[in-house]
Nanobody
Framework: QVQLVESGGGLVQAGGSLRLSCAAS????????MGWFRQALGQEREFAAA????????YYADSVKGRFTISRDNAKNTVNLQMNSLKPEDTAVYYC?????????????????????WGKGTLVTVSS
C-alpha cells in the first residue's frame, strides 16, 4: 500500500506560478514512477507530467510542456510539480499517482486504471 497526499493548490492569477507537492508513505517511494494528472470540471482526467523512479526521465503533456516541471526527492518521499505561466485552462483538480511502469511515449494515453495508487487531489484555480 502506498498513500499519497497532495498539497499546494489554491487560487492564482493568470501568468503566475504555483508549486504542488505530493507526500508518499507506506512503501519504498523510489520504486515507483510518479505522475501528475488533472481533471477539470465536467472533463475526464488527463495526464500532465511523469517522472521515472530515479528521476532520470521525464515526460510532459503537450499542453504543459515548457511551463510545468516535475521533480522528485526520494530521500524526502516527495514529488513536486512547479507550474509557471499559468493559464485559466489549467484550472483543475490535480492528482498525484504512482505506478511500477514507465509508459514512455504512451504517457499521454494513460488513464486512471494505468496507475496503481492515487492521491485525493488538490484544487488549482487560475483566474483571468
Amino acid at each position: 500500500q502506498v498513500q499519497l497526499v497532495e498539497s499546494g493548490g489554491g487560487l492564482v492569477q493568470a501568468g503566475g506560478s504555483l508549486r504542488l507537492s505530493c507526500a508518499a508513505s507506506g512503501r519504498t517511494f523510489s520504486s515507483y514512477a510518479m505522475g501528475w494528472f488533472r481533471q477539470a470540471l465536467g472533463q475526464e482526467r488527463e495526464f500532465a507530467a511523469a517522472i521515472s523512479w530515479n528521476g532520470g526521465s521525464t515526460y510532459y503533456a503537450d499542453s504543459v510542456k515548457g511551463r510545468f516541471t516535475i521533480s522528485r526527492d526520494n530521500a524526502k518521499n516527495t514529488v513536486n510539480l512547479q507550474m509557471n505561466s499559468l493559464k485559466p485552462e489549467d484550472t483543475a483538480v490535480y492528482y498525484c499517482a504512482a505506478t511500477a511502469y514507465w509508459y514512455g511515449n504512451n504517457w499521454p494515453r494513460v488513464r486512471e486504471n494505468g496507475m496503481h495508487y492515487w492521491g485525493k487531489g488538490t484544487l488549482v484555480t487560475v483566474s483571468s
